[in-house]
């Protein structure tokens, strides 16, 4: 219907997914390396004080539910996002939503192009020879 925006979208998602993944894996070399790391409760606030923020937001910039997304099921699909982060950062769920937006799920799925119908735009890896882990030093 409109590739260029799906298209857009699954960038987005895919940079974001890489993100995140980073992000987990700096916190746990961190948490190996100095021995310190951060407590359920603090993991848990500052997820929920994010959620609060995109919350606030959804709610300032939606008046009314829109055509096959309604507002609470937005808020929802944070929540279940959030539950996945919380999770990552080796935390217990926090909302133990369910993720009300399948296709959501949809755009985060690795992407194979056919290369006859558009340009594969899939991150390569640097060198295939690397050995770079989780316990290599920055």
Known sequence: LMPGTT???????RDENEHLQF???????????YKKS??????HAIIKNAVDEVKDFIDASFECDLPNLKIEDLKKYVESTADVIAEGFGAPVIYGSVNPLEWMALISL????NFHEKNPTQY????????????EDF
């Open 7 to 13: 298209r857009a979208n699954e960038f987005i998602s």
């Open 23 to 33: 992000a987990h894996t700096l916190y746990r070399v961190y948490c190996r390396e």
């Open 38 to 43: 951060l407590s359920n409760d603090q993991i």
């Open 110 to 113: 690795t992407v194979v192009t």
């Open 124 to 135: 390569g890896k640097a060198d295939a020879g690397s050995n770079f882990g989780e316990e």
